[in-house]
């Protein structure tokens, strides 16, 4: 730990950045340099994995998935004793992800670490572009994992977001041990809107595993998402044109295309 | 125009980026790359502005606001002469911008030209970043221009997130003529959330003029708003703590802070 080392010395900076979907293209130049800054670098080892050519040669603190508290607690421990670290987390640390739980245990700490979030290209962003433009109007994010929020929740938000017709943009569809709240979700959806509405699924966006495909609300299956995928469903009048997908930017026709 | 020059030619490519917020420190290197690559960059003058230290030299086609489909038109038949076209938007262009439009403008026509569209930082996640760790949770994402949306729909959009608990990030608030939408829309959430809500604003994320600001469903005072502002409501979890404004992951105590 060199000259960094004792408490209260250094650096004391937490910076908390994503990686955004994968493809280094995709990591903002600012996120880009606090890991060129970073004395410490920590973070599930897939998301570490994408970014070893920037953070090679540095000191690591990498674990397995779902122990983000305990995590948190890690990088704040050695941002106390005077280091800079960087916490790692995919797309935008912003969105369902890591900024949140930083602040709540560095404030119930009454931690002297200087917190820095910085943005990312979230999941909904990457999606949207490999969708088409699916997002150019109204939509609502919502994630169907059941674990810290009860499912009669979720489910009242699913409702209540296709009856208003958004465009739904759902995280955390499906994994092996949450294998019915996407049918769910779909059989709400079909409920209210057209079985002809499309439904885009990306999973990696960018990575060499990239998958895209689009169906419809008739013909959608949900077995086909897992945790790595986000599910786009289209408004009332989002339409497929040549393998895209696109929600207009409006319902008047106050604009006239040619 | 060189030896790109003549129908059928040459390059026939027309990308899609976004600035993000401002700072060039928020914009990806895949747009700067297209930006790079482009033999003629499209768009407002701002953001042109924004970028001027990429483009310098370059021949760009600048226009006021309020002209996006003649701006499209006139990218579409730049390509369509054999360049590289580069058109930007501010923030993300799979976000309320311009990547739907030239997607319908390009299908209309049949157009051959090369579409890419480049994923963006856009306001919601730069405002997020600014004001702490506001969309750790399911949110609704509402413009309130009526310009191509009848307000009742809008109106309904409001009312349904807000009952079922949703985050709100509030895209073009206010504008001169459009002064009492953004009004009526807080009047909706007071008659449903707590008075103590927390209600952040930015202007101008990561730029000279940025303004950030924090208040509460009671207190905000929808007049601070303009064209250049995002405005984000919390749920009923989000608080406010030093200085920021978080919404915790979920509604349960199944995780321990420590």
Redesign the interface.
Same mark, same amino acid.
Request: glycine share 10%; no cysteine.
């Given at each position: 730990m060199g000259t960094h080392n004792g408490s209260g010395g250094g650096n004391q900076i937490l910076s908390v950045v994503g990686t955004?979907p994968g493809?280094?293209? +995709? &990591? %903002?130049?600012?996120a880009r340099?606090e890991l060129e800054m970073a004395d410490v670098v920590v973070g599930y080892r897939t998301y570490l994995e994408l970014i070893h050519e920037i953070i090679d040669g540095k000191e690591t603190v990498s674990s397995a998935m779902m122990q =983000? @508290?305990d995590r948190v607690?890690q990088a704040l421990d050695l941002a106390e004793q005077g280091r800079h670290v960087v916490l790692v987390s995919g797309g935008?640390p912003?969105? +369902?992800?890591m !900024?949140? #739980?930083? +602040? =709540?245990?560095a404030? #119930?700490r009454a931690s002297k670490v200087e917190i820095r @979030? @910085?943005?990312? %290209?979230?999941a909904l /962003?990457?999606c949207? =572009?490999r969708l088409?433009?699916p #997002?150019?109007?109204?939509? !609502?994010?919502?994630?169907l994992s059941d #674990?810290?929020?009860?499912w009669e @929740? %979720?489910e009242?938000?699913i $409702?209540? !977001?296709t =009856?208003?017709?958004?465009v739904l943009v759902i995280y955390n569809p499906r994994s092996k041990k949450r294998d019915w709240q996407l049918t769910r979700a779909i059989e709400i959806m079909r409920s209210v809107r057209a079985p002809t509405t499309p439904v885009g699924m990306v999973r990696g966006a960018t990575r060499e595993n990239e998958q895209v495909s689009i169906s419809t609300l008739e013909t959608f299956k949900p077995s086909d998402a897992d945790m790595q995928t986000t599910v786009i469903i289209g408004n009332s009048a989002t339409f497929i /044109?040549?393998g *895209?997908m %696109?929600?207009?930017?409006?319902?008047?026709d *106050? +604009? $006239? &295309?040619?």
């Open positions: 955004g493809d280094l293209d +995709y &990591l %903002i130049p600012a340099k =983000e @508290v607690g935008d912003g969105i +369902y992800a !900024a949140g #739980l930083v +602040y =709540e245990v404030g #119930l @979030v @910085v943005a990312g %290209i979230a /962003n990457s949207a =572009e088409g433009a #997002l150019m109007h109204d939509f !609502a994010t919502i994630s #674990l810290l929020t009860p @929740v %979720i009242k938000r $409702q209540a !977001a =009856e208003a017709d958004f /044109n040549d *895209k %696109i929600t207009p930017r409006g319902y008047s *106050k +604009y $006239q &295309l040619s």
